[in-house]
Structures are given as structure tokens and as C-alpha cells.
């Protein structure tokens, strides 16, 4: 096989991995349920963090969310915006970017200043985490800990005059799928 036709089967595969699936089958079915269930779980975690603290997670804050943590990928503003008025029409653009201030507050939600969108904790409540290495081709995101790591990053900034102001450093990368997608 020549190069050329090996790079255009790599490219349908990569198309077929992203295309939407049409042929539901059980095993999609209940891999689908399983995902609505973890969606369901952690959103009820963030309901129970954000009860303990004395805030609330509101219908509309909840349903930011709850599109978040269902894309599984970070996901730009006007995304997010088409996204929610699929359900609520009346969403206006204020109004969600003020729940995602306050997700990100709450650390239910990642800022991703290297691809300007936003994420849901898939952790919220767990370990902290330090360290978000974000695709720039999909925008997946892995959240990721190393404190040694993360003190000696701060020292170096520190010996550099400067003091870290966010507890969260950013990475940019190439998942593991799109990496295989590359030309
Ligand atoms: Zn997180
Ligand atoms: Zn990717």
C-alpha cells in the first residue's frame, strides 16, 4: 500500500470514529445508560458539594452542567448556547455565562484559557488535581495531579519574580485519537 491510500484509510477511520451513530445497537444502548447514569451520579455529587457549602445549584446552573458533563469534552461558549436552547429557548447569554462562573467558583467546571471553552470536573469532590491537559484538535481534557511537580513549577515562577495566581496549570496536546487522525 502506498502512502497515500494508507493516509486516506486512516482518515475514514478517524471519520468513522466521530461520525454519529446511526446503528444503535444494544451494546451502544446500554453503553449509553451507563453514561447517563455516571451524568446522573455526578451531578448529584455536585448537588451534595454545592448543599455542604450553602450555595445553590440552580435549574439553570444545573442544566450548564449537565450538558457539560454529557458533551464529555470541553465545549466553546456559543456551543454551549445553541446547546441549551435546544431545551430552553429563552437562555440568554448572560444568563449561562453567570452559571458558568459560578461552576468554575465551585469547581465543578474547568476554565480552558488555551482553547477559550469550558469542561465539567469529572472529579468534583475527589482529589484535587493540578494539571489539565486539553486537546486543541477535540478539546477533551484529562485532569491530572502531581504536587511535587506543581511546587517545584511555583518555585521556578516564584524565582522568576512572579507568584502563580491559578492552582490550575494548563497543558495543550493531541489526544490519543487525534493524534492517529493526523495527515
Ligand atoms: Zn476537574
Ligand atoms: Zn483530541
Partial sequence: MDIMSAKLMLNSLCYNMTEPMTNLTATMNSQSSRAASRVAAQLETAQALCESRGSRLTPIRRRVLE?????????????????????????????????????????????????????????????????????????????????????????????????????ETELRGLCEACKGCLP
Avoid: M
Fill in 67 to 167: 450538558i457539560l458533563l454529557e458533551q464529555g469534552r470541553s465545549v466553546k461558549a456559543y456551543e454551549l448556547l445553541e446547546l441549551i436552547r435546544d431545551d430552553q429557548a429563552a437562555a440568554a447569554p448572560p444568563t449561562v455565562y453567570r452559571a458558568l462562573e459560578f461552576l468554575v467558583e465551585e469547581g465543578l467546571v474547568h476554565r480552558l484559557d488555551a482553547i477559550n471553552a469550558w469542561a465539567a470536573c469529572h472529579d468534583a469532590g475527589g482529589q484535587p488535581h493540578d494539571l489539565l491537559v486539553v486537546c486543541t484538535s477535540c478539546g477533551s481534557v484529562a485532569e491530572l495531579s502531581d504536587p511535587d511537580l506543581t511546587r517545584s513549577l511555583a518555585e521556578k515562577v516564584a524565582q522568576a519574580g512572579f507568584r502563580l495566581s491559578g492552582h
